[in-house]
């Protein structure tokens, strides 16, 4: 038989609220904390324990009795009597509740708390500036870290760029002519996954209306009859993909570079780097829209609405290895994904998915948030299901 739990420290109980904190605080900004608490038994001295050291038992009790007098909105510390033999009555707290992220954080302690809610305020800000909506609440979640980590003056630049691009949907500037105060060329580079995924959230356009650099993008043809001066390989601004004399009969799109890379030789067939949200951008290559187009990437919330998006851009994607029996099939080799839970709320909102896409989503959500990275799958069995997606 397993011996008992000893009795909990309050610096144990606040460690337990900051990883709490740290694990879920970017879902609670996206979309609210849902009533998020925290429950902990705090496995009182036994009368064996307080006799053999009575000042420790002691000392325990009180330093718990100090956190239920501190008491602030939503922690409650429930106590409970103890009749012993030797020691006669005792009453000792046995459990500790903190009930919503506020809470939860501020019992953290006063650094924790300080950062979640500089976190809160500003997903808050956010949404309210710009009105709430499932592809804004996925954004907020995927770049909380980033958000948080802002100083004042980046983020009120944030905002202004923002407002400004939503403003003028269609400038045509390049960067160094925007007319918005602190903005460099320098400051949109280092900001600009940021800007560009809330930017995408906010308006639904993949454009921030911007003459923007060359946008570089990786392919391989798999085809030796379809290559372009003998190249298989080739990395270049999409603008100069699209000019190539290309006419795939299959197009695939995949997220990892791994997978792109261990592609074979394969009549009529290209495949794609997608570069995460930027597969907006492959509705630019016209020889694209005349071939199918076959989508494959990480079985988890990002992965799902990167789908989406893609879908929104272009016509007739097919997913391949996205679906809930993939998903169960490849069970041991999931990871932990502790955001999941509130980027698959997000998603469920999002029109270009199928039934059985939403059904893997549900099984991820009902797992408590995993992933199944693509390049897990056993790349035999991938190849296969790969495969028979080429037209006959």
């Known amino acids: 038989m397993a011996a008992s739990a000893g009795p909990v ?24 904390d849902d009533g998020a608490t925290l429950d902990i038994a705090l496995h009182p001295p036994t009368e064996r324990d307080a006799l053999a050291d009575q000042a420790a038992a002691i000392a325990w009790v009180e330093t718990w009795r100090d956190v239920h007098d501190a008491a602030f909105d939503g922690i409650t510390i429930t106590w409970a009597e103890r009749a012993w033999a030797s020691l006669g009555r005792q009453r000792v707290p046995v459990r500790c509740t903190v009930v919503g992220a506020d809470a939860i954080a501020a019992f953290a302690g006063p650094r924790v708390a300080r950062e979640w809610r500089r976190l809160r305020d500003r997903a808050s800000l956010i949404v309210e500036r710009f009105a709430p909506s499932p592809p804004l609440s996925l954004a907020l979640r995927a770049h909380g870290g980033t958000l948080q980590r802002l100083d004042e003056t980046d983020f009120d630049i944030l905002i202004g760029v923002l407002e400004w691009l939503v403003q003028h ?67 270049a601004p999409i603008e100069e993909l699209a000019r190539l ?46 071939a199918a187009v076959v989508y494959w990437g990480d079985l988890d919330a990002d992965g799902f ?88």
């Open 245 to 290: 004399p290309l006419r795939p009969r299959i197009v695939y799109v995949f997220e990892n570079l791994e997978s792109v890379v261990a592609m074979p030789e394969i009549v009529g067939a290209v495949v794609v780097h997608g570069s995460g949200y930027a597969v907006g951008r492959l509705r630019e290559i016209p020889w694209l829209r005349t």
């Open 169 to 235: 949907p269609a400038s045509g500037y390049r960067v160094r002519q925007l007319p918005i105060e602190g903005v460099h060329s320098k400051w949109l580079g280092a900001h600009r996954s940021l800007i560009e995924s809330l930017h995408a959230a906010i308006t639904g356009r993949g454009s921030l209306g911007l003459l923007p650099p060359p946008g570089l993008m990786r392919m391989r043809v798999l085809d030796p009859t379809l290559r372009p001066g003998g190249l298989c390989d080739i990395t």
């Open 9 to 32: 420290l309050v610096a144990e109980a606040r460690a337990r609220a900051a990883r709490r904190v740290e694990r879920d605080q970017r879902g609670w900004a996206a979309i609210g």
């Open 305 to 392: 609405a990167i789908l989406n998006a893609l879908r929104s851009h272009v016509d007739g994607v097919v997913s391949v290895l996205m679906d809930e029996a993939t998903l169960l099939a490849y069970r041991r080799l999931w990871v932990a994904d502790p955001g999941s839970a509130a980027g698959i709320s997000a998603t469920r909102e999002l029109p270009h998915l199928t039934a059985s896409e939403r059904a893997a989503l549900t099984r991820i959500a009902a797992e408590g948030g995993v992933r199944l990275e693509q390049e897990r799958i056993p790349w035999p069995a991938a190849l296969v299901a790969l495969l028979a997606t080429v037209p006959a």
